[in-house]
């Protein structure tokens, strides 16, 4: 029995795509291994912002030859699926065989070397590799990910040779960008661990994930600090190092008075830094970096470097916070005329003129006061002209929740603000109050109508505007705050009402 180790040496892979690539190569290495020589065996694969690998082991050194009996459709059935049957086994029709109501071959494996067809068989599973995105580079014809530079593939301890493009194997690895550099000759898996563990490479994304909260629950356990949950983050995060070293930041005192969406939108979402909270379950005044090597200073300068670039960020939010708030929501309605929603509809101002009258149309039948909804939904967009929401377009609705509350809105008004939008998607939850229920449901009915007015309308797997997810929430609403609205009666298109019914008798709400 021999073992096979595969390892794809490449700049930085995203995060994104790392665990679905390391899940593929094997899956399809192995189901090669099946259908070409019978072959049922395991593996296992990892993953690094640098390499994909996999081993496999129980491999044998010579296959004997076999046989193996396939059934075939019916055949009466049509003659594509006979097609198909005899192009995804590489049969010609005449080598079936009928037997009572169904088509049967018998598939003849050679015996063969492992040596001799194992080469062959990957470099056709990287040939066909498939990313949601590839490149080429400089002059090479194939494709992956990033820039691919080595590739090591070994059997039985030795070099197994496979060309893929101008790569061709050998038996070398690279330890880490920064801390060894240096290229490392491999005899097996055992001494490929051993070696890149040695030259600061932590092979498997669930080692890394463990280590950084290991050193995270170090760093703050003097602090009386917590580590906000956050397994997404946590595991992009492992996808971004190779040897995860913590580091802890402080926020400046001046920036803390910002809203907490401010901070976590700059800090998580773009600079990818842990939030930590105190043991209240408040936003503590510090946070995590993660940086992906060890320093002479243990990581100062890191730290110094991180929190330039974050300042200058929080300095700009602070700017923004503060010169927004000089003006109320209700002096920027007419500037929403200037903001277009969609050449065919117009401008945003007349998008909340249409969900007004529509909320006013919803209030009459249900019987509702409308007067906080109305306020909501006429200052509701005016966040929009803010420069917090043009610098950060993730906290619309957000940023007009805190300024509503800033120019002594009505509560509840700036709330049904917040909730407008809500919900975004089937995870997230729903609007508050039944005012922001209100408001929610006029904009997401006055948007379906408006769009489907213009020939928007949802085709197959194609939404651009999200417009079913529209449907689903404003019944989600409905069901939620029992809001029994006979839709026909809104003064909504046909097709908007029988859109929004099909939805309801398809949806377990």
């Known amino acids: 029995m021999a073992e096979l180790l595969l390892e794809l040496f490449s700049e930085e892979m995203p995060a994104s795509m790392q665990l679905a690539a390391k899940d593929q190569l094997l899956a399809q290495i192995l189901a090669e291994l099946k259908e070409r020589f019978g072959l049922e065996l395991q593996g296992q694969a ?37 097609e198909g049957f005899l192009r995804k086994n590489n049969l010609n029709k005449e080598l079936l065989e009928k037997r009572g109501e169904y088509y049967f071959a018998i598939i003849t494996r050679p015996a063969a070397a492992i040596r001799e067809v194992l080469g062959k068989l990957i470099e056709e599973v990287l040939l066909g590799f498939s990313w949601p995105k590839s490149m080429r580079w400089s002059d090479h014809e194939i494709r ?31 330890g880490h960008r920064f801390m060894a550099q240096e290229q490392i000759t491999i005899s097996n898996f055992s001494d490929y661990k051993s070696k890149l563990a040695q030259a600061f490479v932590i092979l498997e994304s669930a080692d890394r994930k463990q280590s950084i909260l290991t050193q995270v629950n170090d760093a ?38 910002l809203p907490r969406e401010v901070l976590v939108i700059t800090l998580r979402h773009h600079q990818r830094y842990l939030m930590l909270n105190d043991l209240k379950g408040n936003l503590a005044p510090y946070f995590i ?22 300042n200058a960020r ?35 101002y007349d998008k909340m003129q249409s969900t007004k009258a ?48 800033n120019d002594n809105e009505d509560q509840e008004v700036a709330t049904a603000i917040r909730d407008h939008y809500k919900p975004q998607g089937p995870s997230d939850s729903l609007p508050e109050n039944l005012t922001g229920a209100l408001a929610a449901l006029a904009d997401k009915l006055d948007t379906l109508n408006q769009m489907f007015a213009i020939g928007i309308k949802p085709t197959g797997s194609k939404d651009p505007y999200a417009l079913r997810r529209a449907a689903i929430g404003l019944l989600r609403i409905m069901t939620h705050y029992e809001l029994n609205l006979d839709l026909a009666k809104l003064g909504l298109r046909d097709d908007v009402c029988a859109f929004i019914n099909e939805r309801k008798n398809n949806l377990s709400i």
Not at 51 to 72: A, N, V, Y
Not at 289 to 304: C, H, P, Y
Not at 315 to 320: C, G, I, P, S, T
Request: hydrophobic residues 40%; charged residues 25%; glycine residues 8%.
């Open 289 to 310: 970096i993660v940086a992906n090597r060890t320093t002479a200073d243990k990581g100062s300068e890191i730290v110094r470097g991180n929190l330039k670039v974050l």
């Open 46 to 82: 990892w993953v690094t912002p640098r390499r994909l690998g996999i081993f496999i082991d129980k491999l044998p050194l010579e296959i004997q030859e076999s046989k193996e009996e396939l059934r075939g459709p019916k055949i009466t059935a049509p003659e594509q699926a006979l």
């Open 220 to 257: 703050i356990a003097a602090k009386g600090l917590a580590m906000n949950e956050d397994n997404e983050l946590l595991s992009e995060i492992a996808g971004l190092v190779e040897y995860p070293v913590v580091l802890l930041g402080e926020i400046g005192e001046e920036y803390m008075k």
């Open 144 to 174: 992956w990910v990033r820039p691919l530079h080595n590739i090591l593939c070994m059997l039985d301890n030795e070099i197994l040779t496979l060309q893929f493009g101008h790569i061709r194997s050998n038996n070398l690895s690279f």
């Open 358 to 405: 529509m909320l006013e149309r919803i209030c009459t039948q249900l019987k509702i006061d409308s007067g906080k909804a109305i306020r909501a939904v006429e200052l509701s967009k005016t966040d929009l002209i803010t420069g917090m929401v043009k610098e950060f377009p993730e906290l619309q609705g957000i940023m007009g929740y805190y300024y509503a509350l």
């Open 314 to 348: 929080l300095e700009d939010a602070r700017f923004f916070f503060s010169g927004d708030k000089a003006h109320t929501l209700v002096s920027r309605v007419n500037e929403l005329k200037g903001l277009t929603f969609h050449k065919e509809i117009g401008t945003i």
